[in-house]
């Protein structure tokens, strides 16, 4: 549905949300896409 963003967490452990599709609430096209690109490599990086 328009503006309603998915998450980028998944309940499948290593499999995430990334794109336009999963952005924070404020963001919008690429620049959620790459904030949600952001947001999942923060979670990788802390995983590790």
Do not use: E
């Not at 952005?23 to 896409?33: D, E, K, L």
Request: glycine share 12%; net charge positive.
């Amino acid at each position: 549905m328009p503006g309603s963003p998915v998450p980028h967490r998944t309940p499948v452990k290593g499999l995430f949300n990334v794109g336009d599709a999963s952005y924070p609430r404020g963001f919008a096209g690429s620049m959620g896409a790459a904030t949600s690109a952001v947001l999942v490599w923060d979670d990788l990086r802390t995983a590790v």
